[in-house]
């Protein structure tokens, strides 16, 4: 019984969040393990800093939803009074989301194709 109170002591926010960033980091290293030589130097050297910013940044949220939740209770209010605010914009960031990645996108294939098609293009200068 001392393990299993051990464990529920230890399973928090905080290690839970831990836990999920750690796999999804090393999922990604796996995946994208082919890279250069340097890339995996200056990885080495700020992913540690890197990798604590971003599992402050999700235990923000997932305390702040924590505290929502909690508020929430006291009150009596239901899940769409507590978070309108979120539900209701929700399709438009996604939208938006999404048009800004194409625009990105078609900005960057059209650039290399001006690249190749008019190699000494003034816009071409201008960026260069």
Not at 46 to 69: D, L, P, Q, S
């Amino acid at each position: 019984m001392k393990l299993l109170q051990k464990i529920k002591k230890w399973i928090t926010i905080d290690h839970c969040v831990d836990l999920v960033v750690d796999i999804v980091l090393i999922i990604w290293e796996v995946i994208s393990s082919p890279i250069l030589i340097a890339m995996r130097l200056i990885r080495h050297f700020i992913g540690e800093w890197f990798t604590e910013k971003i599992k402050a940044c999700v235990r923000w949220v997932v305390h702040w939803f924590a505290r929502k939740r909690a508020v929430r209770l006291e009150k009596g209010h239901g899940i769409f009074r507590t978070y309108w605010y979120l539900i209701l914009p929700s399709p438009f960031i996604i939208i938006a989301i999404w048009m800004i990645t194409m625009i990105s996108i078609g900005i960057g294939q059209g650039y290399n194709e001006l690249k190749t098609t008019k190699p000494d293009s003034t816009l071409l200068q201008i960026f260069e």
